[in-house]
């Protein structure tokens, strides 16, 4: 069983940048971030592979960077050029601990995930 806890969410005008934090308990082969806004489903915003690799949302392309400190086993999110429309609870999600190892933004391919961190900002 991986725990997933996050932090680092807040509120911010547009414009504006926070870094989300991810601390992981145990070893999967990609992570990723997740974000769910009221009345719209969860969708995948960034994810890092074990080999390196990325997989980014069109939506945040250029404003947000994930990375992986792998001695901390820590997950992060810059974000960047925040708009009101980035508002939404952000999760960590930390796949299983075999198979391949690039990045993906699928829910289904995701065992655990955080309680979540808040996300808002403000026009």
């Known amino acids: 069983q991986v725990q997933l806890v996050e932090s680092g969410g807040g509120s911010v005008q547009a414009g504006g940048s926070l870094r989300l934090s991810c601390v992981s308990s145990?070893?999967?082969?990609?992570m990723a971030w997740f974000r769910q806004a009221p009345g719209k489903e969860r969708e995948g915003v960034a994810s890092?592979?074990?080999?390196?690799?990325?997989s980014y949302a069109d939506s945040v392309k250029g404003r947000f960077t994930i990375s992986k400190d792998n001695a901390k086993n820590t997950l992060y999110l810059e974000m960047s050029s925040l708009m009101p429309e980035d508002t939404a609870m952000y999760y960590c999600?930390?796949?299983?601990?075999?198979?391949?190892?690039?990045?993906?933004?699928?829910?289904?391919?995701?065992?655990?995930w955080g309680q979540g961190t808040q996300v808002t900002v403000s026009s």
């Open positions: 890092i592979g074990r080999d390196g690799s990325t």
């Open positions: 145990g070893y999967s082969v990609r």
């Open positions: 999600a930390a796949g299983p601990s075999y198979g391949s190892w690039d990045a993906r933004l699928s829910t289904y391919e995701y065992n655990y």
